[in-house]
Structure formats: structure tokens, C-alpha cells
């Protein structure tokens, strides 16, 4: 399935009053009771069931219950949601705490490694990043995106192997102190 919240048009996590508004404002836009061509209201009829499948699960992993699971250092969580919380730390510049959230899934699959890579990548651990985007690769074999982060893997271990990439960590390293 889809991110629930991009589906809805939704940047990152967002609370229920948001998730609610954001559904509201889709359905008045492609309701299929308001269109007469067949055809365009089938469309519109399918992404009725889209919106109506990432309304509910939206609305789950915002649900206190889920927030509250999540918050527990021990709790497992279902992929989906530790990929969503792990997005959303890294969208805040904490790439630490993403790797957390992904710690806590239950299952990994395709989106899962790829969101590790992406997590390793901020970390500068590009070695291992490329094992993720690999791993992604390996479950989702026609998944360019992935094969595109394994790329970027490489490439940024090529660069960081280099006396100028060398220099550069040393510097972001003192700049960050």
C-alpha cells in the first residue's frame, strides 16, 4: 500500500484533525456522484477507494493508542508506521532517531531497507546504506527508486574515499561541534 498520508496529500505524520480536513477536501474534489462520464467516473470511483483506504489507516497510526505504542521504547510496531516515523525524523535532521523507529518494525520488506539506506546514507555510513538499498533491491527487483539509492550508495562511498571527500567529513564533523 501507498503512504497513507501522501496519498492524502499530507507531508510527513500528521494528527487526525489534519488527516480529516485533508480527506474532505479530496472527497469534495473527486466524489463520482458528480461526474456523468462513465469513464471518468470509474477513475473517480477508484480513487474514492484509494482515498477511503488511506483515510482509515491514516487515521489508525494517528490514533493515541498507535501514537502511544510507538512511543514505548519496547513496543513493535507494524513496518509501515516505523517507516513513516523514521521519514519524519529524518525530515527533522535526526537520523538517529529514525534508525530507532525502524528498529522497532515488526517486519521488514522492500520500503523498510530502503528507508535503512536512506537513514545510513544521512549517517554517512555508506558501506551499509548500500546493503539496505541492496536488500530492497533483492525483495523488490523492478523497484528503480531502490536500484537508484544503491547508486547513490556507491557513489558516495567512492567519494567519500577520496582526500577531498576525507576532508570534507572532517570539516562537517568540526562544523558540527
Sequence with gaps: M?????????????DQDEIRAAYRTLVKQCHPDMIQDPVLKQEAQDRMVALNLAYEEALRLASPKAAAA????MAEIPAPAAVLMAERAL?????EGALRQLMKSDVRDGDWYYMQGRVLMALEQYES???????AVRRCPDNNIYRSGALAAVVAQREASTLQGKFKRAFRKIVKK
Design 91 to 95: 525530515a527533522r535532521d535526526n537520523p
Design 129 to 135: 546504506a548500500h546493503q539496505s538499498f541492496r536488500e
Design 70 to 73: 510507538i512511543a514505548s521504547p
Design 2 to 14: 501507498n503512504n497513507p498520508f501522501e496519498v492524502l496529500g499530507l507531508k510527513g505524520w500528521a
